[in-house]
């Protein structure tokens, strides 16, 4: 399975962005989104399985950040809203069979990422 993460750009603080991860075929994998910031570790962010159960792992207000799925158009998504300089991140969708994760070991297939800044 190939994965493309997409949406990114320069976001004012406060202001919001849908980043759509499409997926090369209808699958049953969890999908996870991830985030690197310049000179840190890749973190996992956020993840949504089959059964559209979403979990949040960034410790953030909540409902700041939201995984959808949409399995019609192969896409997730990840919408994050009252963005933060520190959100400032290359963002990266995986894959990985049955349950969400946390941790990037556990997923399998990786998308290229795509970079949200969050400048004035």
């Known amino acids: 399975v190939q994965l493309q993460a997409s949406g990114g750009g320069l976001v004012q603080p406060g202001g919001s962005v849908r980043l759509s991860c499409t997926i090369s075929?209808?699958?049953?994998?969890?999908i996870g989104w991830f985030r690197q910031a310049p000179g840190k570790e890749r973190e996992g962010v956020s993840c949504?399985?089959?059964?559209?159960?979403?979990?949040t792992y960034i410790h953030t207000e909540k409902g700041r950040f939201t995984v959808s799925r949409d399995k019609t158009k192969n896409t997730v998504y990840l919408e994050m809203t009252s963005l933060k300089p520190e959100d400032t991140a290359t963002y990266y969708c995986?894959?990985?069979?049955?349950?969400?994760?946390?941790?990037?070991?556990?997923?399998?297939?990786w998308g290229q990422g795509t970079l949200v800044t969050v400048s004035s």
């Open positions: 949504i399985d089959d059964g559209h159960n979403s979990f």
């Open positions: 995986a894959a990985r069979a049955f349950r969400c994760s946390a941790s990037r070991s556990a997923f399998n297939y």
């Open positions: 075929r209808s699958t049953s994998y969890a």
